[in-house]
């Protein structure tokens, strides 16, 4: 089992930055693959971006390219989603989940334990 909460969520201007945090509960944190997904009002959830176990490996979603950036501590249990220049459409609750696989997926119904959500709001 592993339990997911996050946190660093706010309300920023466009432009600006936030740091997003998971921290995870468990023995084998450093075996799963980790990804960040978002979900704005109405519309469906979106993958952001995953990170291997080793954190070696990173896909992103091509809208957060060159803006987000993925890091993981797994001695410390801890994923991390570095947010800059942000844009209001990257408005949304986001949250951080867990798949027990080395390989990234952008497919959200194959990761296994999710954290409740942190909601980051954009103005313009």
């Known amino acids: 089992q592993v339990q997911l909460v996050e946190s660093g969520g706010g309300l920023v201007q466009a432009g600006g930055s936030l740091r997003l945090s998971c921290a995870a509960s468990?023995?084998?944190?450093?075996?799963?693959?980790m990804g960040w997904f978002r979900q704005a009002p109405g519309k469906e959830r979106e993958f952001v971006g995953g990170i291997s176990p080793s954190g070696g490996s990173k896909d992103y979603v091509d809208s957060v390219k060159g803006r987000f950036t993925m890091s993981r501590d797994n001695g410390k249990k801890m994923m991390y989603l570095q947010m800059n220049s942000l844009k209001p459409e990257d408005t949304a609750v986001y949250s951080c989940?867990?798949?027990?696989?080395?390989?990234?997926?952008?497919?959200?119904?194959?990761?296994?334990?999710w954290g409740q959500g942190t909601q980051v709001t954009v103005s313009s």
């Open positions: 989940a867990a798949r027990r696989s080395v390989v990234i997926t952008r497919d959200p119904k194959n990761y296994d334990y």
């Open positions: 468990g023995r084998t944190f450093s075996s799963y693959t």
